[in-house]
């Protein structure tokens, strides 16, 4: 399976299109989740997403050192199928980290998936389809979405759109 990038918006049902992705191929699963517990409504959608995955998936929890997780699971033989959910709470996290580590572990992070040597199956919001935001935080973080998604697309075999639960392929072969 190669490399792909699954964009929607949110609900649009792109972390359920990547883990039936996933699961429809041979190797071992490793989900990868960005998000943080921050507070009780975010605990909640972690517990949903976590009741609704297959027991035999591993399990890594890296909001932040993206490029080391993926080194890291290349060691494995066979390297596992890595299902990273999502990119647009990693963009977070890292606006939040500072400019330094945003720059260097964006970098870490491109420079690993280009070298992987099993599927990479990453899950991102689509932001270029909304409103500009209202503040720089915002607007900031929709422009790095938006860059990072562009330079994914590139490095992915496919790249697919989910809009209301329905995978569109823009790159790559289709989904059936």
């Known amino acids: ?32 989740a960005t998000a943080t517990a921050g507070d009780g409504e975010m605990s909640e959608r972690i517990r949903r997403h976590q009741r609704r995955r297959p027991a035999s998936w591993g399990l890594v929890e890296e909001p932040v050192e993206l490029g080391s997780l993926l080194n890291r699971q290349a060691t494995l033989s066979p390297p596992p199928c890595v299902l990273i959910d999502c990119m647009s709470l990693w963009v977070s996290n890292l606006l939040h980290a500072g400019d330094v580590v945003f720059v260097r572990e964006k970098e870490n992070f491109l420079t690993a998936l280009a070298g992987y040597p099993g599927s990479v199956v990453i899950v991102s919001n689509e932001v270029g389809l909304g409103t500009i935001g209202m503040d720089p935080l915002t607007r900031r973080f929709a422009d790095e979405l938006g860059w990072l998604n562009q330079a994914l697309a590139k490095k992915c075999d496919r790249v697919v759109l989910s809009v209301a639960g329905l995978a569109q392929t823009l790159k790559g072969e289709a989904l059936l």
């Open 1 to 32: 399976m190669p490399h792909s990038l699954i964009l929607g918006g949110i609900r649009s049902g792109k972390s359920s299109l990547a883990e039936r992705l996933v699961s429809e191929q041979p190797d071992p699963v490793v989900y990868v």
